[in-house]
């Protein structure tokens, strides 16, 4: 099993910043990927960033040049830097893993919990 664990959602004033983490922790033998997608009420989830083996990143055009991700390999960490927050960046955001687990050749995909990340005007 792989489990997702993420935090540093909050509340924060337009213009503001905030900065999502997230685990990656069981019986994992390699991390393909990583990413964050968020889900406003009423609406679709869609992705917001994410990471590939290399070093490849890619962002929605929404939020392209506000939010950087990154990766700590080591620590089987994705961090989601987000700053110039807007309301339209309110949602509930979630991470995902692309994984190999231990003792498997393919990968699976792993969700985390999600965090409520809310921008106010």
């Known amino acids: 099993q792989v489990q997702l664990v993420e935090s540093g959602g909050g509340l924060v004033q337009a213009g503001g910043s905030l900065r999502l983490s997230c685990v990656a922790s069981?019986?994992?033998?390699?991390?393909?990927?990583m990413g964050w997608y968020r889900q406003a009420p009423g609406k679709q989830r869609e992705l917001v960033a994410h990471?590939?083996?290399?070093?490849?990143?890619n962002y929605a055009d929404s939020v392209r040049g506000r939010f950087t991700i990154s990766r700590d390999n080591a620590k089987n960490t994705a961090y989601l830097q987000m700053n110039s927050l807007k309301p339209e960046d309110t949602a509930v955001y979630y991470c995902?893993?692309?994984?190999?687990?231990?003792?498997?050749?393919?990968?699976?995909?792993?969700w985390g919990q999600g965090t409520q990340v809310t921008v106010s005007s």
């Open positions: 069981g019986s994992i033998f390699r991390i393909n990927a």
């Open positions: 990471v590939i083996s290399g070093g490849s990143t």
């Open positions: 995902k893993t692309t994984a190999i687990p231990v003792g498997r050749l393919s990968t699976a995909d792993y």
